[in-house]
């Protein structure tokens, strides 16, 4: 019912940047909260950021300073600007969103993408 579909990730060197994406679609009448997880070979899948409707945003301390969630107008396209990367940030980032889906106003499911790869070397 409810696809997040990410782009955007690829080999990049320490220092530069990318720019993920990840589109929402099917029966979504609201998105309570969407964010960016990532994880690692060998790790557990950590936060990366979150950004609630309302606004406020949760950033992992990893990334303070470096990383900008966003939303588009409709709310249905969430980024993540990665800049001053480092070898340290290579993992899967996996898209996730809060859905309240159309068929049914009353509850709240969690859906995640398929994740995209980022791989940060020289």
């Known amino acids: 019912q409810v696809q997040l579909v990410e782009s955007g990730g690829g080999l990049v060197q320490p220092g530069g940047s990318l720019r993920l994406s990840c589109v929402a679609s099917?029966?979504?009448?609201?998105?309570?909260?969407m964010g960016w997880y990532r994880q690692a070979p060998g790790n557990q899948r950590e936060l990366v950021a979150l950004i609630h409707q309302g606004g406020v945003i949760n950033y992992a301390d990893s990334v303070k300073g470096r990383f900008i969630i966003s939303r588009d107008n409709a709310q249905r396209t969430l980024y993540l600007q990665m800049n001053n990367l480092e070898p340290e940030d290579t993992a899967d980032y996996y898209c996730?969103?809060?859905?309240?889906?159309?068929?049914?106003?009353?509850?709240?499911?969690?859906?995640w993408g398929q994740g995209t790869q980022v791989t940060v070397s020289s």
């Open positions: 996730y969103a809060d859905v309240t889906p159309t068929y049914d106003f009353t509850i709240r499911n969690d859906y």
């Open positions: 099917g029966s979504i009448l609201r998105i309570h909260r």
